[in-house]
Structure formats: structure tokens, C-alpha cells
């Protein structure tokens, strides 16, 4: 008889919950580090993205089925946790031996409150994902010793534990490029959305609603400008038509900036990106390098229009400064966005017409603004001090932190007064669709109008027969005698989605066009069957 060593393969499943297109998701780039660094560990790891798929119970028996999992790993933020919460309720309903896992801005700062209100969820990883879960995933293989894996949270039967603080990754060059071959960049690519990277992680600043500098630390670690560019030209192959770099803050550090920049610019990269910035850290000659190395937009968080309640967020930055950061944009070519926060410490009607009119006034110098609600995060000092900023939170069901409906009141300002503007806001946007409509008809909208609206169309079409399936369920058939041609094919395709579709039969026929000239639907005619798909991977 011979004696061999059983080597067990681990598997782990990663899972991205819904939400909704309109927060413009790109390909989760959190879950394609940790997928890299457990490919680099020799862990089989898969991604179902439920943001761009659409989830049932079977769809994820099937996966389960498939792949057969050991560890399940979800991500969420605090809008997204119920749903992702419901897919771990479903995995453990299905298969009670799979390790449940979460991460994340949301769970990281309220891990005891959901340990203990959850029981289908066994770890919670906090902060920076990578080390951990690859600890984690060893500890399960040699006798689940929670303890001695730093940087999480689980349950005992008698308590809640946490093991060692986790230290920040130092050199993030140590970190393998994000595993982005495992993500369905192609639905991505067909839904017109961005894709993104990041340079740094880290911001020294200390806004009291902000969760991002809390995960990432004060500290900024910088991953050097040759494998960021590497990165960026491989993102170039992908023809995404806007990349974002998604650090909290890639104008921080000017001399880190200008070095990424000016190696764009050596290797004659023709990209279109964008990113973050704080109008106190920008400069004009920041912005030109920006500029001449492919940056269209930056986006600045103002957040308020009044300077005492500036002062109370602890924003550090003057009316003066975003007025002479927006001219500077304007001087220089970038497009400068900018997002304000209603409901903050202090709010009154009169800061809030203080604010909206300060948009209004940069409106004319070129600016492009937005407004959220305040949804006062776990882990922000402003939720944990409520009391003293003088906000009422009004209620702890996560689904509603999107921030766009009011969970916050302020002594001067309710609920309905906040959420009237937002709706009047969204009104005046869907006026402004239904007007340039209309003048699309008697040509009297500007191209740049009428591109908008139709990629808009196009977007929400193509997220429909998606998340309805509608090319799983008409794309193929069986042809007797001549094979179709391409163009016939799609006919028949766009007769078949027509009859259930509620949508104008030009607009599907324009849209699956556009779509299979871009690559993003793809037809393959086997000898007596046409199949169209959408190509999920590129
Ligand atoms: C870029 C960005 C976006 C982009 C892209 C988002 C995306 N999903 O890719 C856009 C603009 C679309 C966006 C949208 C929104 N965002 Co955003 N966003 C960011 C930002 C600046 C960077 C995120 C990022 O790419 N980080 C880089 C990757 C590598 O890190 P990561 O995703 O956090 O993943 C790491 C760890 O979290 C951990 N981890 C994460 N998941 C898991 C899972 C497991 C199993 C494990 C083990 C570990 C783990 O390990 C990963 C690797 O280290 C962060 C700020 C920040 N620093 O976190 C805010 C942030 C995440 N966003 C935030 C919010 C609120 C939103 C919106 C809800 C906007 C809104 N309406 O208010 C939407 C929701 C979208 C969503 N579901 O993610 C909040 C979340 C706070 C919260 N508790 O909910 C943050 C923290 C900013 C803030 N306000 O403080 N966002
Ligand atoms: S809002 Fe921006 S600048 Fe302020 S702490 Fe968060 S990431 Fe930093």
C-alpha cells in the first residue's frame, strides 16, 4: 500500500453585490487586487459580479455547484451591504460548510454589530484585504486558528474576537497587478462605464464624513510611477473610453503627480483620465502637466458653500481657494466637477441657498457640479459624534446610505426639506432630457446635446437586456438551410427582444449595432445554430 499527501486545492469565490448603474460602477478593482494576490498564492479564486449579472438563488447554486467553493468573500459599502448580506444568507442556506467572509469601507467599522446580528457571516477582514485574506485562507486549510490571523474579526461561541491589528501594506510594488482577466470587463466596456486604478493609497486629511482616509490610513504609500504607467498602457489595450485613477487624493503629493505625469508623457500615452483632487492642492502647473498627460477632468469635493460650516467638517479649504482652483482649471483645459454635501453640522435654509448659489456662481466659470445628501457612514467621526454636531440621524437601515433621499436632520433643516431639493433637482435634470428630446426631433439640439441623450438611451437599454437576460434568452437559433448573414442575423435578434422589450425598435436595432461594432456583443455562427453573446471577458 502507498502512502501519498492529500493536497486539498482551496477555492475561493469573491462576490461584488448590486447596486444601481446610476453610481457609474467601474470593474471592482478591491476584488481584482485580492483575487491577484490569492492567484499569487496559488489559490483558485472566481469572481461573480452581481452589478452587471443579474442574481438568483439558482444562478448562484450553479456557481457553487461549479466551482465548489471553501471560502466565500463578499465586498460592500454601506448601501450595498443588505443585498450582500442576502447573498451569504442564500450561500449558507445552499452549502453550510463554506467559510462566509466580508470586507470593505462598510463592515470594517461596524464588525461586532454585524458579527452579532448576522450569523451567516462568520469573518469580517478589516481594512487592506490582500495579506489577509491569503492568511485566512491557510488558516482554514490547517486548522482554522482564527487568532493567529491579523487583521479580522470573527465569532466564538461565548464572544466576539479580534486578532491583531493588521499593519498597512509599506511597499505597495510588492502588491501583483489586479486580476482584472477574472472580471467581466466586457459588460463594463458595453455599459459605457469607466475603469479604474490607483497610484496611492492614504490621505493625510481628516474630513469628519469621509470613511476613505480611515481605510486607507493618514499615511500616503506610493506604488512607483513605472508600474502605474505599465498598468495604464495595459488599460489603454482595453479601450475603456475614460480611465479614473481612484485614489482618495492623487494631487496630494505634487513631486509623486508630476512624476506619474511626466512618465505618461515619455511614453506617448494618448489616454483620456481623470481624478480626485482637493482645490487646495492643485496648482497651475500641476494642472497643465495634468493636462498635457491626458487628464480631461479632476473632481473636487467642496461640499459647502458657507465657511463656518467648512470650518465644522474640518475641510480645510476657503470659498477663495475652490474659486482660484476652478479659474485654474479653466486656464489650463481640465474640466473641473465638483460635489456638494446637503445636511451638514450647521445646515440652514440660508446655508443651503448660501451654497447653492456659490455653485451657481461657478457654474459660470466652467464648473460642473452635483449635489449629495449627508449619509453619516459607521467609522466617521461625524456619526460618532452626532450629538455634539448637533445632527439627527434618523435611521440605521443601510439600504438607505446612498445619499441621495435625507437619514439626517439638522436643528434648522428636516428631512423634506432636504430630500425637495434633491427631487427638484432630479426634476430639472429629467426636464432638461425630455427638452433636448424634443428639439432632437426638430433638429434644433447641439451634437454634443444629442450625443448625450443617446448614449444615455443606449446605456440604460443595454443594462436592461442584461439584467434581464434578454440575449441569454432570444440569442440563439437554429437555422434551416442557408447560414444568415451578420446583418440578418441581427434582424432576427432585435424582432425576437422587440415583442418582450419595451422599448422603440430603432432604438434596440442602433443599440445591438453599436454594441457588436464596439466588439461588446459578439455572434458566432455554428454549423446549423446562430449564438449571440455578450462577450464578458476581454
Ligand atoms: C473610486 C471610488 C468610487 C468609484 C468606484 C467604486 C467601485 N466600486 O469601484 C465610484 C465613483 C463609482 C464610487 C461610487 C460610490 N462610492 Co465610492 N469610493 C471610491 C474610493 C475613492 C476608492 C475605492 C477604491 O477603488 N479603492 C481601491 C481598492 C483597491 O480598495 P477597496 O475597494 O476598498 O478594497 C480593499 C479593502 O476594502 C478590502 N476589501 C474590500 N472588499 C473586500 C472583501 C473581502 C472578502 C476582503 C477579504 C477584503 C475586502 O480589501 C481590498 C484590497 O485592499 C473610496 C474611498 C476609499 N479609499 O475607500 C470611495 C468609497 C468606497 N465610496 C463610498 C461611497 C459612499 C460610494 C457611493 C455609495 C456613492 C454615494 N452615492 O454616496 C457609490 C457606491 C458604489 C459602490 N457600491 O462601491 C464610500 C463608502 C462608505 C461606506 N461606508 O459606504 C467611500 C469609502 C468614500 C467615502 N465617502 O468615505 N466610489
Ligand atoms: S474627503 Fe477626501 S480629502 Fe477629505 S479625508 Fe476623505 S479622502 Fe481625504
Redesign the pocket.
Known amino acids: 500500500m502507498r502512502f501519498g499527501i492529500l493536497i486539498i486545492t482551496m477555492r475561493i469565490l469573491?462576490i461584488?453585490p448590486y447596486?444601481p448603474i446610476s453610481?457609474?460602477?467601474?470593474?471592482?478593482?478591491?476584488?481584482a487586487?485580492?483575487a491577484a494576490a490569492l492567484a499569487e498564492a496559488d489559490i483558485e479564486v472566481k469572481i461573480l459580479d452581481l452589478v452587471v449579472f443579474p442574481y438568483s438563488r439558482a444562478m448562484l447554486q450553479n456557481v457553487l455547484e461549479k466551482f465548489q467553493p471553501q471560502i466565500a468573500?463578499?465586498?460592500?459599502?454601506?448601501?450595498?451591504v443588505d443585498h450582500a448580506m442576502g447573498v451569504i444568507r442564500d450561500i449558507k442556506d445552499l452549502n453550510p460548510d463554506i467559510l462566509t467572509?466580508?470586507?470593505?469601507?462598510?463592515v470594517?467599522?461596524c464588525a461586532p454589530d454585524t458579527l452579532k446580528k448576522h450569523s451567516e457571516l462568520d469573518i469580517i477582514?478589516l481594512?487592506?484585504?490582500?495579506r489577509?485574506?491569503v492568511d485566512?485562507s491557510r488558516a482554514l486549510d490547517t486548522g482554522r486558528d482564527w487568532n493567529r490571523v491579523k487583521g479580522i474579526v470573527y465569532r466564538t461561541d461565548a464572544e466576539i474576537c479580534y486578532t491583531a491589528q493588521r499593519e498597512p501594506i509599506a511597499d505597495l510594488d510588492e502588491l501583483p497587478d489586479?486580476a482584472r482577466g477574472l472580471l467581466p470587463l466586457g459588460r463594463y466596456h458595453a455599459l459605457g462605464m469607466p475603469i479604474?486604478l490607483?497610484t496611492s493609497?492614504g490621505?493625510p486629511f481628516k474630513c469628519i464624513?469621509?470613511?476613505?482616509?480611515k481605510?486607507?490610513g493618514s499615511k500616503v504609500r506610493y506604488r512607483s510611477p513605472t508600474r502605474i504607467v505599465d498598468e495604464m498602457e495595459y488599460l489603454a489595450t482595453l479601450n475603456f473610453h475614460q480611465i479614473?485613477i481612484?485614489?482618495?487624493l492623487f494631487t496630494a503629493n505634487h513631486k509623486h503627480c508630476l512624476a506619474v505625469c511626466d512618465e505618461m508623457i515619455k511614453r506617448r500615452l494618448r489616454l483620456r483620465w481623470t481624478s480626485?483632487a482637493r482645490v487646495d492642492t492643485v496648482s497651475e502647473a500641476v494642472l497643465t502637466k495634468m493636462k498635457t498627460a491626458g487628464c480631461s477632468a479632476v473632481s473636487f469635493g467642496i461640499e459647502s458653500g458657507n465657511p463656518q460650516i467648512l470650518k465644522t467638517i474640518q475641510k480645510g479649504i476657503t470659498r477663495e481657494q475652490v474659486v482660484a482652483a476652478v479659474n485654474m482649471c479653466r486656464r489650463t483645459g481640465v474640466t473641473p466637477f465638483a460635489s456638494f454635501i446637503l445636511g451638514l453640522p450647521g445646515e440652514t435654509p440660508q446655508t443651503i441657498r448660501q451654497t447653492m448659489d456659490f455653485g451657481e456662481q461657478l457654474k459660470k466659470l466652467g464648473l460642473l457640479f452635483g449635489f449629495?445628501l449627508l449619509?453619516p457612514?459607521?467609522?466617521?467621526e461625524i456619526r460618532e459624534n452626532s450629538d455634539r454636531y448637533g445632527i439627527r440621524i434618523l435611521t440605521d437601515d443601510w439600504s438607505q446610505?446612498?445619499?441621495?433621499r435625507a437619514i439626517v436632520e439638522t436643528p434648522a433643516v428636516d428631512r423634506q426639506m432636504l430630500d425637495d431639493i434633491v427631487i427638484d433637482w432630479e426634476n430639472e435634470y429629467n426636464m432638461l432630457l425630455a427638452d433636448i428630446k424634443q428639439r432632437m426631433l426638430n433638429d434644433s439640439a447641439s451634437a454634443q446635446e444629442a450625443e448625450q441623450l443617446i448614449n444615455l438611451e443606449r446605456i440604460v437599454l443595454v443594462y436592461d437586456l442584461m439584467m434581464k437576460s434578454f440575449i441569454e434568452q432570444n440569442g440563439s437559433w437554429t437555422h434551416d438551410g442557408q447560414p444568415q448573414s451578420r446583418e440578418d442575423s441581427l434582424d432576427v435578434l432585435c424582432n425576437k427582444i422587440s415583442t418582450d422589450l419595451n422599448a422603440a425598435p430603432q432604438l434596440i436595432r442602433d443599440t445591438l449595432s453599436h454594441a457588436l461594432r464596439q466588439g461588446d456583443l459578439v455572434c458566432q455562427d455554428l454549423a446549423e445554430t446562430t449564438q449571440w453573446q455578450w462577450r464578458d471577458y476581454i
Not at 467572509?101 to 462598510?106: K, L
Not at 481594512?127 to 490582500?130: A, F, K, P, R, S
Open positions: 469573491l461584488n447596486y453610481e457609474t460602477p467601474s470593474p471592482p478593482l478591491g476584488l487586487y485580492l468573500g463578499l465586498t460592500a459599502v454601506t448601501m450595498t467572509i466580508m470586507g470593505g469601507p462598510h470594517t467599522f477582514v481594512g487592506e484585504g490582500e489577509t485574506i485566512l489586479p479604474s490607483t493609497r490621505c464624513f469621509c470613511v476613505g482616509r481605510m486607507v479614473n481612484a485614489d482618495d480626485f449629495h449619509a457612514f459607521p467609522g466617521t446610505y446612498h445619499a441621495n
